[in-house]
């Protein structure tokens, strides 16, 4: 039997990192490195048959597991679209593992 050469299928990547939804939050990084985004979908509107997000909360967080849930969070914000969210996501995660954060 041949075996398959395809490549290890690493799931959903954006900008180099990878995204993973758990119902209505969807964490962007890894918890490998310092710093991981979680976002919040906290409201949505149905445009057709799609559930659109209109309100997300983003939390830049350490991954430390020592840490309160609360004393991990470095920044947070709200935007009015998923597009937004995840644009200010990608700089605040790069930035922070790029050692540029406090």
Same mark, same amino acid.
């Given at each position: 039997?041949?075996?398959?050469?395809?490549?290890?299928?690493?799931?959903?990547?954006?900008?180099?990192?990878?995204?993973?939804?758990? /119902?209505?939050?969807?964490?962007?990084?890894?918890?490998?490195?310092?710093?991981?985004?979680?976002?919040?979908?906290? /409201?949505?509107?149905?445009?057709?048959?799609?559930?659109?997000?209109?309100?997300?909360?983003?939390?830049?967080?350490?991954?430390?597991?020592?840490?309160?849930?609360?004393?991990?969070?470095?920044?947070?914000?709200?935007?009015?679209?998923?597009?937004?969210?995840?644009?200010?996501?990608?700089?605040?995660? /790069?930035?922070?593992?790029?050692?540029?954060?406090?």
């Amino acid at each position: 039997m041949a075996e398959s050469k395809a490549p290890k299928k690493e799931g959903l990547m954006y900008k180099g990192h990878p995204l993973r939804r758990v /119902d209505n939050l969807i964490y962007y990084g890894t918890m490998a490195e310092k710093y991981i985004i979680m976002m919040q979908i906290l /409201d949505t509107k149905k445009e057709q048959d799609l559930d659109l997000a209109t309100k997300v909360s983003i939390q830049l967080q350490l991954t430390d597991p020592d840490l309160k849930s609360r004393d991990r969070v470095v920044k947070k914000s709200e935007k009015d679209s998923l597009y937004a969210a995840m644009d200010i996501a990608a700089i605040w995660l /790069d930035r922070a593992l790029a050692g540029k954060e406090k």
